[in-house]
């Protein structure tokens, strides 16, 4: 039996995705230190990468866990039997720059959905994106964003392929080295658009 006082939000007895627990935050920071290693070593300064500090990065992880901002805010992570795979984080988004309102109604934003590249391919981000999906629409949430670096095809076509698609929105971040371009992609919730997972 799962001692989370959340249910297994989805998959198997080998497979699943539930939220996070205080004593995972290590493993989340592990996967976030090695996905970003691998996935972004051609967009982020090689000195952020190379001197990551994973236990910083845990201590925080540990807090969004534990003392999350708002009840909205949650950090779900996936497993292959005991061992942790991935993680989402997402909440209530925030508006940007020159946005006035949100007309599609309540929004939410993923800040990271990440699987560590050795167990990729074997549905854990689908799984994840499909609890993130389940517990936005249980929270009355209509539509679902997330920003991607402009040059991270894989994470692109994995969105596509959920029927994600760019809003029209991009940013430029200062990185300390060359300027990070992303690009915003949302998902309605309400089976008007994207409808999916």
Same mark, same amino acid.
């Given at each position: 039996? &799962?001692?989370?006082?959340?249910?297994?939000?989805?998959?198997?007895?080998?497979?699943?995705?539930?939220?996070?627990?205080?004593?995972?935050?290590? &493993?989340?920071?592990?996967?976030?230190?090695?996905? +970003?290693?691998?996935?972004?070593?051609?967009?982020?300064?090689?000195?952020?990468?190379?001197?990551?500090?994973?236990?910083?990065?845990?201590?925080? +992880?540990?807090?969004?866990?534990?003392? @999350?901002?708002? @009840?909205?805010?949650?950090?779900?992570?996936?497993? *292959?039997?005991?061992?942790?795979?991935?993680?989402?984080?997402?909440? @209530?988004?925030?508006?940007?720059?020159?946005?006035? %309102? &949100?007309?599609?109604?309540?929004?939410?934003?993923?800040?990271?959905?990440?699987?560590?590249?050795?167990?990729?391919?074997?549905?854990?981000? %689908?799984?994840?994106?499909?609890?993130?999906?389940?517990?936005?629409?249980?929270?009355?949430?209509?539509?679902?964003?997330?920003?991607? @670096?402009? %040059?991270?095809?894989?994470?692109?076509?994995?969105?596509?392929?959920?029927? +994600? *698609?760019?809003?029209? +929105?991009?940013?430029?971040? &200062?990185?300390?080295?060359?300027?990070?371009?992303?690009?915003?992609?949302?998902?309605?919730?309400?089976?008007?658009?994207?409808?999916?997972?």
């Amino acid at each position: 039996m &799962d001692p989370s006082p959340f249910p297994r939000l989805t998959g198997s007895a080998d497979v699943s995705v539930r939220p996070a627990r205080a004593e995972e935050a290590a &493993d989340i920071a592990r996967v976030q230190a090695v996905a +970003w290693r691998t996935a972004y070593r051609s967009v982020l300064p090689p000195e952020l990468l190379d001197t990551w500090d994973e236990d910083a990065a845990a201590q925080s +992880w540990r807090t969004a866990v534990v003392s @999350p901002p708002t @009840p909205g805010h949650l950090v779900l992570v996936a497993l *292959e039997g005991s061992t942790v795979v991935g993680f989402t984080a997402f909440g @209530p988004a925030e508006l940007g720059d020159g946005e006035t %309102s &949100d007309p599609a109604g309540a929004t939410a934003e993923i800040a990271t959905l990440l699987v560590e590249p050795r167990w990729g391919r074997r549905g854990h981000g %689908s799984r994840l994106l499909s609890a993130v999906v389940d517990l936005a629409r249980s929270q009355g949430v209509a539509r679902l964003r997330i920003w991607l @670096p402009e %040059s991270d095809a894989a994470s692109t076509s994995f969105l596509e392929s959920a029927g +994600w *698609e760019p809003d029209g +929105w991009a940013r430029t971040l &200062d990185t300390g080295a060359a300027p990070l371009r992303e690009i915003r992609w949302h998902t309605l919730l309400d089976g008007t658009e994207g409808d999916q997972p």
